[in-house]
């Protein structure tokens, strides 16, 4: 099946760095990849649709400013959460829509730890 | 905007038990609904998907659901349940299609004895 490629697993940074989540759809070319975040016990939260070629769309309540991301090319977008701060803690989730499919496929998430 | 709601949070069942895990949605309009599955250490998958017809879905692994849209549900259910089921299984919803965002559950937590 398709798949879709997140990196890094995991990281620790420090307060007020940035980081950068890439995602990739390895097999596929998505024109739409979506950024989601779960707090423990919770559910995923859509942060943002991500278009290839065109400025993200934010969910309400999701700074756009401290979660830039990025959509390239058909097989890569990237989320850079900017000055991190502890709140920003938590595990990021990507997701590529395979058109032909009509399927979502899930990266296997980023844990970020900013301290 | 629409919400989510699973009944459960964990589950615990032994093997050749039946499952059903509730979920509920609120929103007034059309809707595609979805069943995810986590095992352990492993990304989401689909299990399943109802966008038009048949109420009742049938997907991977011996699963379906049902879609009752007089009662905003879509549960899913497995005869028989085997250790392997063993996951985190989320229910969701969207409303544009499958490039449309997914608004998730909270997520049950099943675990199977042997």
């Known amino acids: 099946g398709a798949v879709v490629s997140q990196h890094p697993s995991r990281v620790i940074c420090k307060s007020g760095t940035s980081v950068k989540i890439e995602c990739r759809s390895l097999d596929f070319q998505a024109t739409t990849m979506f950024w989601y975040r779960q707090f423990p016990k919770q559910s995923l939260m859509l942060m943002a649709t991500?278009?290839?070629?065109?400025?993200?769309?934010?969910e309400q309540g999701v700074e756009k400013d401290k979660f830039l991301i990025n959509h390239a090319s058909l097989t890569l977008s990237t989320l850079t959460v900017t000055s991190a701060h502890p709140e920003d803690s938590s595990f990021y989730i990507c997701?590529?829509?395979?058109?032909?499919?009509?399927?979502?496929?899930f990266g296997s998430g980023t844990q970020l730890s900013v301290l | 905007a629409q919400s989510v709601s699973q009944h459960n949070h964990h589950v615990i069942l032994s093997e050749a038990a039946s499952l059903e895990l509730g979920c509920n949605y609120s929103y007034g309009g059309t809707v595609n609904l979805f069943w995810y599955v986590q095992y352990p250490g492993q990304h989401l998958q689909l299990l399943l998907k109802y966008f038009s017809g048949d109420p009742l879905v049938k997907g991977i692994k011996g699963f379906e659901a049902e879609f009752i849209k007089s009662k905003f549900s879509f549960n899913l259910r497995k005869p028989s349940v085997q250790w392997s089921d063993t996951a985190e299984y989320f229910c969701?919803?969207?409303?544009?299609?499958?490039?449309?965002?997914?608004?998730f559950g909270k997520g049950t937590h099943l675990i199977i004895q042997p």
């Open positions: 969701a919803v969207n409303r544009g299609g499958g490039a449309d965002g997914l608004t």
């Open positions: 997701s590529a829509f395979h058109g032909f499919d009509e399927k979502l496929f």
């Open positions: 991500s278009n290839e070629g065109s400025k993200a769309t934010y």
